[in-house]
């Protein structure tokens, strides 16, 4: 049974910090592309960072703000959150990518975790 299972998410001030986590099991960890999406209320579901075969890649509005890296032998991989601003806000997933034959991908989510930032 796959689980992905964030934690970490919560209420901040402007400029201040956060640090996600996600707990993975079910899954050859450290053969999947690792990445964080998030969805604010009315908007699409967008990637925010993604880590997986010697490549790491951020949106451009979490450049030189967000930090992803990942602990295979812990299966977890983490998104640090700095300068936080209040357009961070949204639901943040967790997601495990597995490319299979044909290139036919197999996505797997977690069930997501809250970050407000609000003064």
């Known amino acids: 049974q796959v689980q992905l299972v964030e934690s970490g998410g919560g209420l901040v001030r402007p400029g201040g910090s956060l640090r996600l986590s996600c707990a993975a099991s079910?899954?050859?960890?450290?053969?999947?592309?690792m990445g964080w999406y998030r969805q604010a209320p009315g908007k699409q579901r967008e990637l925010v960072a993604a880590?997986?075969?010697?490549?790491?890649n951020y949106a451009d509005s979490a450049k030189g703000r967000f930090t992803i890296s990942r602990d295979n032998a812990e299966n977890t991989v983490y998104l640090q959150m700095n300068s936080l601003k209040p357009e961070d806000t949204a639901v943040y997933y967790c997601n495990a990518r597995f490319v299979l034959p044909f290139n036919v991908k197999r996505d797997y989510w977690g069930q997501g975790t809250q970050v407000t930032v609000s003064s």
């Open positions: 079910g899954i050859s960890f450290s053969f999947a592309t």
């Open positions: 880590t997986g075969a010697g490549t790491t």
